[in-house]
């Protein structure tokens, strides 16, 4: 059993999915303070925020911790969650007909181990429907979601291509933990 130290539906979807016993709950950190040059120095420095602040409210001796942020960049922008529909329209426009990387990095703290894991799924969309995006913004279903983007959902029908791991895109690379965990469970 681990603590997810996130209140993501996805996330907690994800360990389901890849049958790893958990229990859901997290403090918030604020990530509008975080100041970052690089989509990957973004998201590390969030996940360290959150396994901070979650790491002072629960530890790790009775659960093993797990937190994970994710964030999008297309066009060499950081896509971070939309504040308003015209700013997702915007990103949405940014991702349409090019390659977009969703990035994800993990804190796994337990007590005999302890995993830093950035991976990244690179994305190739095809344009995107202009009517289609509007139906999608309307849905309210972007909200939330770092670059506005649900590759299970709205962006799904537009991959051209795909390097990675879904779960990856999704906001947790369960491929590694789950074999993290298992050979833990050998020893």
Not at 44 to 71: H, I, M, Q, S, W
Not at 79 to 93: G, P, Q, T, W, Y
Not at 96 to 113: D, L, N, R
Not at 121 to 133: A, P
């Amino acid at each position: 059993m681990i603590r997810l130290a996130s209140s993501s539906p996805t996330r907690a979807e994800l360990l389901k999915n890849a049958g790893i016993d958990f229990i859901q709950e997290s403090v918030d950190f604020d990530e509008e303070s975080i100041v970052a040059t690089s989509p990957k120095n973004f998201v590390y420095l969030a996940t360290l925020g959150k396994f901070e602040a979650n790491l002072r409210a629960f530890g790790y001796e009775e659960y093993p911790l797990l937190v994970a942020d994710t964030v999008v960049t297309a066009g060499g922008k950081i896509l971070r969650k939309a504040k308003s529909v015209e700013e997702a329209r915007d990103i949405l426009l940014t991702q349409s007909g090019s390659v977009a990387t969703i990035i994800t990095c993990m804190i796994f703290q337990s007590k005999s181990m302890k995993i830093i894991d950035i991976s990244k799924t690179d994305y190739i969309f095809r344009e995107f429907d202009l009517n289609e995006i509007e139906n999608y913004l309307k849905s309210g279903d972007w909200q939330g979601k770092a670059g506005a983007c649900m590759v299970e959902g709205f962006c799904k029908a537009y991959i051209k291509s795909v390097k990675g791991y879904e779960s990856t895109a999704m906001g947790l690379n369960t491929e590694l933990l789950k074999t993290y965990l298992i050979n833990t469970q050998k020893d």
